[in-house]
């Protein structure tokens, strides 16, 4: 699935403005773009649904290429936002039946008012994830 295009100058001029702060503060590279993140999104919540064998380093990665995301929907016009979500959903979903809820956030940085997605933790998730979620007491 590909990231919804903006249809107006506004929407243009908003996503632009907000990737190009995103790219800033992420030293992203100039090739990566909004629907290369979503992709991003996609396939690591594929990679979840056949068990996740990564580090916890890798996963908190991942789970800040959807904070990128809300940041993008929150920023665009409302009918952009709207797409976005609308494309974000499905795979919202799956993540959601991918993971189990946990009593904190992964990240011990975070907090409770963290969005939903940093108090998940993978259903099946490899040695090295599944070592550290234990010493946190997040299994």
Same mark, same amino acid.
């Given at each position: 699935?590909?990231?919804?295009?903006?249809?107006?100058?506004?929407?243009?001029?908003?996503?632009?403005?907000?990737?190009? !702060?995103? !790219?800033?503060?992420?030293?992203?590279? +100039?090739?990566?773009?909004?629907?290369?993140?979503?992709?991003?999104?996609?396939?690591?919540?594929?990679?979840?649904?056949?068990?996740?064998?990564?580090?916890?380093?890798?996963?908190?990665?991942?789970?800040?290429?959807?904070?990128?995301?809300?940041?993008?929907?929150?920023?665009?016009?409302?009918?952009?936002? !709207?797409?976005?979500?609308?494309? &974000? +959903?499905?795979?919202?979903?799956?993540?959601? !039946?991918?993971?189990?809820?946990?009593?904190?956030?992964?990240?011990?940085?975070?907090?409770?008012?963290?969005?939903?997605?940093?108090? +998940?933790?993978?259903?099946?998730?490899?040695?090295? &994830?599944?070592?550290?979620?234990?010493?946190?007491? &997040?299994?």
């Amino acid at each position: 699935m590909r990231f919804p295009k903006p249809q107006t100058k506004a929407e243009i001029d908003a996503l632009r403005s907000a990737f190009n !702060r995103i !790219r800033a503060e992420w030293h992203f590279a +100039r090739s990566l773009g909004p629907s290369k993140i979503l992709q991003h999104w996609q396939k690591f919540v594929q990679e979840l649904e056949e068990g996740y064998a990564l580090t916890v380093y890798d996963y908190t990665l991942d789970l800040s290429m959807r904070d990128i995301l809300e940041e993008i929907k929150e920023a665009v016009p409302s009918r952009l936002g !709207r797409e976005i979500e609308a494309a &974000l +959903r499905p795979w919202d979903d799956r993540f959601r !039946r991918a993971t189990e809820p946990s009593t904190k956030p992964i990240d011990a940085g975070l907090d409770e008012d963290s969005k939903e997605w940093w108090f +998940r933790i993978p259903r099946h998730a490899g040695p090295d &994830l599944e070592g550290y979620l234990r010493a946190e007491g &997040l299994l």
